[in-house]
């Protein structure tokens, strides 16, 4: 039941992917679309969830989009995205890494699939020959591939990285490619589904792969921190001189350890891996839930997180006190003494609660600074955030008005204001700029 919460793992159709991978040549890329937008929403009912997404030549600005007015998919999530391509599971939300392009007709199309025998998990892109991707719940199973002509080129042999027998799932769920010493750092997921918890770990892993031999190098690791993920869209937090900041979620007070007298582990920090070093900095340890004075939280949340430049980045995270009722469902669902009908209360409850606030974080001085253009936010799966020739755009979720979309964020002047408004089909999901 806890997986359910999850907007980026609903459950869609269980069929093998039966596309073929095909080589794809710059006549066949003229097909698609080179420039413009693509927003996309995703709407929760009783039947189920709807993926709507739609193309704009321009941004919409103040213009109100009604998403219910664009296409419809059986499932679109994007995992990351390479000059004018999308990558993730296809279409029909079957087990495929494949992808997307916009077709001149504005609409979705699939280019090229990978089968794959678990649901995609992470994908990062390095050039237009090499990428990698993770599986969902797989036994810490790491796969090269050629995004251009959707080529899988191989294993990297995790055989020896860290692994817990009892929990049945462990995978990466964070890729991080440092080219200034062609390395990957893989952040280790450690699940039982028999525990309330996200993580089932008192300490935070990271597994560095060579990239020059393709080759694991060792796993690192940093005590009482847990849950390294961010939520949203996933970032790779490096800076221009090689720190990769690793973003720890906590445990949201899943295990029991809530209110202020809560052990450190279970509380959002973010952990540090210094330049031109394989090993974390014990003494680098950040929580900005805690820095802008809401250290009493019973339960702190830090999402979707996204690097700028010169040590600064962007998160969004607790900001205000949860309503009673959902300190009261979180208490009965840690305990496991909630109901179907309270835990569906729950979900609905923290999806639509706008009790988090974007965030300027400087990552050197260690503190965190409020953009207060852009309101307070609902979000758990959510928000995401982009960056686009030099300006932010962050994912927002307003119930009080009943709207979703993005706020253009330019770092220049610190000043917000919505680059997307939908009114209608579901929570914003994906804002994607295409370019050549």
Not at 127 to 143: A, E, F, M, P, R
Not at 238 to 247: A, P, V
Not at 406 to 418: H, V
Request: aromatic share 12%; charged share 20%; with cysteine.
């Amino acid at each position: 039941m806890k997986k359910n919460i999850l907007l980026s793992l609903v459950t869609v159709s269980m069929l093998l992917a039966s596309c073929d991978k095909k080589d794809i040549d710059k006549d066949e890329e003229s097909l698609y679309k080179e420039s413009g937008y693509v927003v996309a929403s995703v709407n929760e009912s009783t039947g189920g969830y709807t993926y709507y997404a739609g193309f704009f030549e321009t941004l919409p600005a103040n213009t109100v989009v009604d998403m219910t007015t664009k296409s419809t998919y059986n499932y679109f999530y994007t995992r990351t995205t390479w000059k004018n391509f999308m990558f993730g599971s296809n279409l029909k939300g079957e087990k495929t890494l494949t992808k997307i392009a916009v077709g001149k007709d504005g609409k979705l199309t699939e280019v090229a699939s990978i089968p794959l025998l678990d649901w995609l998990n992470n994908v990062q892109i390095i050039n237009d020959n090499l990428g990698i991707y993770t599986i969902w719940g797989s036994d810490g199973k790491v796969v090269l591939f050629n995004p251009t002509t959707m080529e899988n080129l191989g294993d990297i042999d995790m055989s020896k990285g860290k692994k817990f027998a009892a929990n049945e799932r462990n995978y990466y769920s964070t890729i991080i490619y440092r080219p200034q010493d062609n390395r990957l750092f893989l952040t280790l997921l450690t699940d039982n589904s028999k525990t309330s918890q996200y993580y089932d770990a008192t300490d935070v892993y990271v597994e560095v792969v060579n990239m020059t031999t393709k080759q694991w190098e060792k796993t690192i690791s940093f005590p009482n921190a847990t849950y390294p993920i961010t939520r949203g869209n996933e970032h790779p937090m490096i800076d221009e001189n090689g720190n990769i900041y690793i973003f720890t979620q906590g445990s949201y007070g899943l295990d029991g350890q809530m209110g202020p007298r809560a052990a450190k582990y279970s509380r959002p920090q973010i952990l540090k891996i210094p330049a031109n070093s394989t090993d974390f900095d014990p003494s680098y340890s950040f929580n900005p839930v805690d820095v802008i004075g809401q250290q009493n939280l019973l339960v702190q949340l830090m999402l979707g997180a996204i690097y700028d430049a010169n040590g600064i980045a962007y998160s969004c995270v607790s900001a205000q006190s949860e309503s009673a009722r959902i300190l009261e469902l979180v208490t009965k669902y840690a305990q496991g003494k909630i109901t179907e009908t309270e835990f569906l209360e729950l979900r609905n409850s923290i999806f639509y609660s706008p009790n988090q606030r974007w965030v300027k974080l400087d990552l050197n001085a260690k503190t965190v600074t409020p953009i207060t253009d852009i309101p307070l936010t609902a979000g758990f799966g959510y928000p995401n955030a982009y960056k686009y020739d030099g300006k932010f755009y962050f994912q927002y979720n307003t119930p009080d008005d009943k709207t979703t979309g993005y706020y253009e964020y330019t770092p220049s002047t610190g000043k917000a204001t919505k680059a997307v408004s939908i009114t209608n089909g579901g929570i914003a999901s994906d804002f994607i700029k295409l370019s050549k």
